[in-house]
């Protein structure tokens, strides 16, 4: 069983920049498609980034393109997602998710495992 375990963020001002890592547990990254999702109090949950098993192919949400980063270390079985430029929009609970496809997806629906989710909260 897969599991996937968060860490980072917290509280940051705008233009600051925040590393979120998820750490997996029960399988290998080199198996999995990993996104990165947020959800902001009263909103949809969103699509953030994703990054395929071989991390031939990325896709970033339009929101955050060319301030975020999803990488991954495979010695470490982690994925992070290295924001920069925050703004206060990108103020949300930000969760980690994966599945044992081949292709980037981007619909929440498509993930099976997920992160326990962690707040990132952007002040002007």
């Known amino acids: 069983q897969v599991q996937l375990v968060q860490s980072g963020g917290g509280l940051a001002q705008a233009g600051d920049s925040l590393r979120l890592s998820c750490v997996i547990s029960g399988g290998s990254i080199y198996t999995l498609v990993m996104g990165w999702f947020r959800q902001s109090p009263g909103k949809e949950r969103e699509f953030v980034a994703a990054i395929t098993y071989n991390a031939r192919s990325v896709r970033y949400a339009d929101s955050v393109k060319g301030r975020f980063t999803i990488s991954r270390d495979g010695a470490k079985n982690t994925v992070y997602l290295q924001m920069s430029r925050l703004k206060p929009e990108d103020t949300a609970v930000y969760y980690c998710?994966?599945?044992?496809?081949?292709?980037?997806?981007?619909?929440?629906?498509?993930?099976?495992?997920w992160g326990q989710g962690t707040q990132v909260a952007v002040s002007s």
């Open positions: 998710a994966a599945n044992h496809r081949s292709e980037i997806m981007i619909v929440s629906d498509d993930y099976v495992y």
